[in-house]
Each structure stands twice: as structure tokens, then as C-alpha cells.
């Protein structure tokens, strides 16, 4: 499946708050849909493919993708679930989402692709570009894309700054300090369940 581009707060209403997805919170707190306010119970398996929807949606991410990371997480040493996150929360459109240049993931992935963030220097179009130790993030210096990040940073998607990340907000600059820790990463999910769903297919 391709990326998600339907209404978001459908989505919020069903998953819970997403922070990557949208700023908007949902007025109504029961799932969309006919059945949404007399939901029965649960089946595990429908637990854990809700918890794997949300860092899809969240992240913004393909299912084929997702699989991707579930496989380079398990390679790894470690713990499965917290790698995978770390994977996921130190791609180039996620810092720079939670560098406060965007407001959402997918506006930070526009800012992305449109060639308006540069890392280490060069401009990197790249959204899944994995951001490591030492890396300086941002904006290409040209007016155009300074007044886009200028105007998004007056309506910033999270308040706090995570602990690995530094920014400077006179030259719009960014320096990845080291690897996200778990307590700073914003979604509110369960990431064993998610590496349960996989467990079959990874």
C-alpha cells in the first residue's frame, strides 16, 4: 500500500493521537464509522494491528516499508521494539519534524523532497535518510526556503526539544547529538506488539 493521503482525524479517531500525523485533535473520542460507538471486544490480533497502524500513519511509512524496518531492527542487537523506533524516529523527515521545522511528519517530508534541508551541506531530498551522531541539519540558505521554515516554526507540532537533538533557532541549524531514547519518543505505543504481528512475516 502507498502512503496515506485520506482524512487524517478518521485516523486519530481510531488509533488514538497521533503527534506526526496531524495538530488537530478529535472532537468525537469513539472510532468513525456506523459501528464506531458500540465497539465489541477486541481480538489480540486486532490489538496488535492497531498498535502497527499507528507507526505506520504516524511515521508515515508503507507497510512494505514498515516490514523493512522490522527486519533491519531484528539483525540488530538489542531490543527488537526499541530499535525499530530509533529507526523510525531518526529518519531525516522525523528530526526534522521534531527540530520544530515543521508542524507535522508530512510537512517535514515536503520540506524534504523539495530540497529545502540540507544535511552535513548538501541538500538531501531523501525523506527515509537515516540521521546519525554528528550529522548538522539545515536549511538550505536561500530565502525561499528560510521564510517556509520561519512561518512553520510559529505553529511547532511538539513543545519539547528531545534530548539528542540541538537546534538553533538564528541560523536554523540542527546537530544530531546521538541516538533517541525511548522516554522522548512522542507516539504512545506498545512496540512489542508490533514485532508480535510480525513475528510470522519478518
Known amino acids: 500500500m502507498s502512503r496515506y493521503r485520506g482524512p487524517r482525524l478518521r485516523v486519530v479517531r481510531r488509533l488514538g493521537e497521533l503527534p506526526g500525523l496531524t495538530r488537530k485533535s478529535a ?14 471486544k477486541r481480538s489480540e490480533y486486532a490489538i496488535r494491528l492497531e498498535e ?35 529507526l523510525l524516529e531518526m529518519r531525516l523527515d522525523n528530526t ?37 551522531p554528528g550529522d548538522v541539519i539545515a536549511v538550505r540558505d536561500r530565502d525561499k526556503s528560510r521564510r517556509l521554515v520561519q512561518a512553520n516554526m510559529e505553529y511547532p507540532g511538539l513543545a519539547n526539544l528531545p534530548s539528542h537533538l540541538e537546534f538553533d533557532k538564528n541560523t536554523l ?23 508480535e504481528y510480525y513475528s510470522r512475516q519478518a
Open 96 to 132: 526534522v519534524f521534531r527540530l520544530g521545522m515543521a508542524g507535522t511528519i508530512p510537512a517535514a517530508r515536503q520540506l524534504v523532497c523539495h530540497g529545502h534541508i540540507t544535511v552535513n551541506g548538501k541538500v538531501v531530498d531523501i525523506p527515509s535518510y537515516q540521521c546519525r
Open 27 to 40: 472532537r468525537r473520542s469513539y472510532p468513525p464509522g456506523q459501528h464506531g460507538q458500540n465497539r465489541k
Open 173 to 195: 541549524t540542527g546537530k544530531v547529538n546521538g541516538v533517541v531514547e525511548r522516554e522522548w519518543v512522542a507516539l504512545s505505543v506498545n512496540e512489542l506488539l508490533v514485532v
Open 52 to 86: 502497527k497502524q499507528k507507526l505506520r500513519f504516524n511515521y508515515g511509512v508503507s507497510e512494505r516499508q514498515l516490514l523493512r524496518y522490522v527486519r533491519k531492527a531484528r539483525r540488530a542487537t538489542g531490543s527488537t521494539g526499541q530499535t525499530l523506533l530509533q
